[in-house]
């Protein structure tokens, strides 16, 4: 690198190290107190931790609830349910879920997975009436089903009914799987028509999403609600902003609230749910709470009425092996990449790695034979490429001679250079294209492995989490870029690259004349993605360390089997066949020969433009 390349790089960096260290950050919208608190019915209260509500007499129970008034009072009962997956507590309450335990899983300080409970989450299902709107959370129902039962052989029932006479009742029932985050849920109306207005039943969602991760920031960037549409088009809100808001007028067939690695979600089985409102929101001096979520939907009120109110709830890992069985298009909650990129990790990485888990447990010794698997998929392509470095190389000599013959004189070499390569049947493309085929692969793995739950609390050498950063060392303060901590997968990566790029440029000609020093770039790109993967898993970052070992190893064995004698020797006969003109052009040679004529036209008509001038 020449001094201003030196300079160059030196000013860019200190301008990026300048704006995050000058530019004042804007300050976060607050939003009224009030408006948060009561996003939800009853939410305040949640919220707050403030007084227990008050039981309510006869009269204003009357008031309040109508003909309903009689199950405004009782007595609250929690009846428990588990499989070898989940562990649902449903309340009498309001016939509502109270909270789901994920057995199988811990939080990233090893406590008990806890998806929802009362403390964090509240559902709230609006009852339209000839009164007014009646609220089933505050209302008391009836069950038969035992305290707690563990299903075994087949799904458990549990059916909550609230009777205002015998011909009129309302009936929430739950059915929880043998095994599976799947909990079905049917809502019966009967008989109520005089009671119920021409309306539509309202169903809220409030959940201030509990941290599961131990990168509360991370955890900021992956929470969000996503939702599917009639017309099978999925969307969410952004992820990477902390208040977002959408109103929907076109039905909804789903909708999940999302953490990291962890989904809770509500799925109808017949007709969509109609308006929706979904909403989440940062409050930044509450440190224990991910984002408040809210999901706002309308249930047709007819459809229930004619027994369609059938409806699925998911409270489990957002798995893509588990997720494409919930509900159509349910497993886009796992972000696999742009459209382009999906692909790769839909039909090839998510198979290969489900196949390599049946046979190794290790999740550090998976990603390396991972690495060796894709690499050896990829020889012939690498195999292609090295040859045609090998090309280059020998052919170095001459493309220095012609430099040399033509001085300065760029449009002049690039002319020489392509009739040399025309000459010898060489395509300088040759090169490119396998290396560019691989980036697809690179940059796949990328998008899936922050998106692995696989990885999570997978522990690898010094790593206990492949999941997340490995924070070998720790910072007492914030680097820019950099974090408060550094990770050796990280380091181990860069230090990889650099040394992949020394020996690639060591195989790779030099062009003194190209206006960007590729060779001192190899060495910068290594030194910036330190900055840029320094927090991503350690299972990424250790899988593109392995790679670039291996990619080194594999360009050392091709080596071996490359004779650059030989390649000479092809590239002197191609030579005298073209100069015979026994060679069939190929497309490329085609093409090059077209462009360098139209150059040469193109010189003339400017020389010939000079010439009338001076004239």
Not at 129 to 134: D, S
Not at 153 to 167: E, I, N, Y
Not at 298 to 324: C, E, M, T, W
Not at 328 to 344: C, H, I, M, S, T
């Amino acid at each position: 690198m020449d001094r201003n390349q030196i300079i160059g790089i030196v000013l860019i960096l200190g301008m990026l190290l300048g704006y995050q260290l000058l530019v004042p950050k804007p300050a976060p919208e607050k939003k009224p107190e009030q408006e948060k608190a009561t996003s939800a019915p009853g939410a305040a209260k949640k919220a707050g931790g403030g007084p227990a509500e008050q039981p309510l007499d006869s009269a204003a129970s009357r008031m309040m609830y109508g003909d309903f008034a009689t199950a405004a009072v009782g007595q609250s009962r929690d009846i428990v349910i588990e499989n070898p997956e989940i562990r649902v507590t449903f309340s009498t309450q309001g016939g509502r879920v109270k909270e789901v335990l994920l057995k199988k899983y811990k939080t990233y300080d090893q406590k008990p997975l806890v998806l929802i409970n009362e403390a964090s989450s509240e559902m709230v299902m609006e009852l339209p009436t000839n009164r007014g709107k009646v609220n089933l959370e505050k209302l008391y129902f009836e069950t038969t089903a035992p305290a707690q039962a563990v299903v075994q052989g087949s799904p458990q029932t549990v059916t909550f009914k609230l009777a205002l006479s015998p011909t009129e009742s309302v009936e929430q029932t739950y059915t929880i799987p043998t095994e599976g985050y799947v909990v079905d849920y049917d809502l019966k109306l009967n008989g109520l028509d005089r009671l119920l207005a021409n309306n539509d039943i309202r169903f809220i969602w409030q959940d201030r999403m509990r941290q599961f991760e131990n990168d509360m920031a991370e955890n900021r960037k992956s929470a969000t609600i996503n939702y599917l549409s009639a017309d099978e088009n999925f969307d969410g809100l952004s992820e990477g902003s902390n208040d977002q808001e959408a109103t929907l007028e076109e039905p909804v067939k789903w909708f999940t609230i999302k953490h990291k690695y962890f989904l809770a979600g509500f799925i109808s089985e017949n007709s969509a749910f109609k308006k929706s409102v979904f909403k989440t929101f940062v409050n930044p001096g509450d440190s224990s709470t991910v984002k408040t979520a809210i999901a706002d939907v309308q249930i047709p009120l007819a459809d229930v009425k004619s027994g369609k109110g059938n409806f699925r709830f998911y409270f489990g890992p957002n798995d893509y092996q588990l997720l494409d069985e919930v509900a159509p298009e349910f497993d886009r909650n796992v972000y696999l990449g742009y459209a382009l990129l999906k692909p790769v990790n839909k039909y090839f990485f998510v198979p290969v790695f489900s196949f390599l888990e049946k046979f190794i447990s290790n999740y550090g010794l998976l990603i390396i034979a991972l690495v060796v698997f894709v690499k050896l998929l990829l020889t012939p392509l690498t195999y292609r490429s090295y040859v045609s470095m090998a090309k280059m190389r020998v052919l170095g000599p001459e493309v220095n001679a012609i430099r040399e013959k033509v001085g300065d004189d760029m449009a002049k070499q690039q002319q020489e250079t392509m009739k040399l390569y025309q000459q010898v049947g060489v395509s300088p493309l040759s090169g490119c294209i396998p290396v560019l085929a691989t980036m697809p692969v690179l940059m796949s793995l990328f998008f899936l492995f922050p998106n692995l739950i696989e990885l999570r609390q997978q522990p690898f050498l010094w790593s206990s989490d492949l999941s997340t950063y490995d924070s070998f060392i720790k910072f007492p303060f914030t680097i820019p870029f950099l974090g408060s901590h550094l990770s050796l997968f990280t380091v181990f990566m860069t230090a990889s690259s650099l040394a992949y790029a020394y020996y690639n440029n060591q195989m790779t000609p030099a062009q003194p004349n190209s206006p960007i020093n590729m060779k001192a770039m190899g060495y910068v790109f290594p030194l910036m993605f330190m900055f840029v993967l320094n927090s991503f898993p350690a299972g990424l970052t250790f899988y593109y360390f392995v790679s670039n070992v291996v990619t080194i190893a594999q360009q050392l064995l091709i080596r071996k089997f490359v004779d650059e004698d030989k390649i000479k020797a092809v590239l002197e006969e191609n030579r005298k066949k073209f100069a015979k003109g026994d060679v069939k052009k190929s497309k490329f040679q085609d093409i090059l020969q077209r462009s360098l004529q139209q150059a040469e036209e193109a010189k003339k008509q400017a020389e010939e433009a000079k010439k009338r001038t001076k004239k």
